[in-house]
């Protein structure tokens, strides 16, 4: 079975980088023991019922097979899929709900055997895009931030007609 690669950087500090790590953390727990709980610094960040949220948002029991490290000399945070099978339908809505200051944001996946074959997904607070064109992720994040202050609403409804399977 073919592995995914994924590439995904973001500029942040190490506190900001803290708050994945405790997420990653808290399902590992959450897989060696049922009534984990997680820290209460993400409180702040999932409301009132922290673990029913990152439960749902991480699509449990399905491991979240993403990975972070944090270098501090560069005030970078690297995400990089675990075991070749990251969580490709969780990481958009947890990076969502985890730094929306920071969108909006891109980040891109391949089958390792294929790198030439990049899907790249881009975050933002009103939207999730999907692209194969590298050259349109640019452009796309610069209309998105020209867009400001918007409220924060997720349109999950496609903006094409879906195929139909009917014919």
Known sequence: MSSITLTFELACTREEAARFAAVELFLAEMA?????????????????????????????????????????????????????????????????WLYPDKLPIAYSVHVTERPDLAVWTIVGLNRIEITQHEGEVATRLEALRAVGDTPRRLDLLPTKPLPRSDG
């Not at 449990?60 to 945070?77: A, E, F, N, S």
């Open 32 to 96: 060696e023991n049922a009534e984990a709980e997680p820290p209460a610094e993400l409180d702040a960040v999932f409301g009132a019922r922290p673990r029913e949220t990152i439960l749902g948002l991480a699509g449990h029991p399905q491991p979240l097979g993403i990975t972070c490290r944090y270098d501090r000399d560069r005030g970078v945070m690297t995400l990089a899929a675990s075991g070749g099978k990251p969580n490709l339908a969780a990481l958009p809505v947890l990076l969502l």
